[in-house]
């Protein structure tokens, strides 16, 4: 079965930072490029970022509102892709899924962690 | 804010049809990128629902249909069941913007 497991989601106050991860079984993790999309509370789903395979050179890209703040990362061994957040803001509040990109177009994500909770707060 | 709008809402009996729609521009669904929807119950993984503008995946019911038409995109429900309230997203790519992927605003459905 193929699934996707986030953790590492917490409580942390504004200005600092948290990492936070998400692992996948049940497919070539290696070869696929992999994805973090946030919901906040009464919002809808926000795209966050995105990194690319090895074979791909690990290509990382990143939405507006979160770049040069938060990290995409991987670790292929641990079939696990790590997102690291900086500077972190009330409004980085949310649920934060992993998802993979469809193989082939990679256009859309075809599966999706349950997601892991932050919230950014004093 | 999105690029890609949907009607905050859309309510239907049991049994009824309701369409959700998707609406962009030339620089996404105009330029002829495809829409793909999912289904998104809170505290859950959100479910690809349609991909490609008009196929389901396996295990979709075929009560679920996809369209397209110019700068817009529909998703169908027919047949509304009590368990498909729920959230529902489009998702397609923009070419004026720096980030790939972009999803509509999102619509919930109430099964009356």
Known sequence: EVQLVESGGGLVQPGGSLKVSCVGSGFTFSGSAMHWVRQASGKGLEWIGRIRSKADRYVTAYAASVKGRFTISRDDSKNTVFLQMESLKTEDTAVYYCSRPSPGSGSYMDVWGKGTTVIVSS | ?112
């Open chain 2, 1 to 112: 804010q999105s690029v890609l709008t949907q009607p905050p809402s859309v309510s239907g009996a049991p049994g009824q049809r309701v369409t959700i729609s998707c609406t962009g521009s030339s620089s996404n669904i105009g330029a002829g990128y495809d829409v793909h929807w999912y289904q998104h119950l809170p505290g859950t993984a959100p479910k690809l629902l349609i991909y490609d503008n008009n196929y389901r995946p396996l295990g979709v019911p075929d009560r679920f249909s996809g369209s397209k038409s110019g700068t817009s995109a529909s998703l169908a429900i027919s047949g509304l069941q009590a368990e498909d309230e729920a959230d529902y997203y489009c998702q397609s790519y923009d070419s004026s913007l720096s980030v790939p992927f972009v999803f509509g605003t999102g619509t919930k459905v109430t099964v009356l």
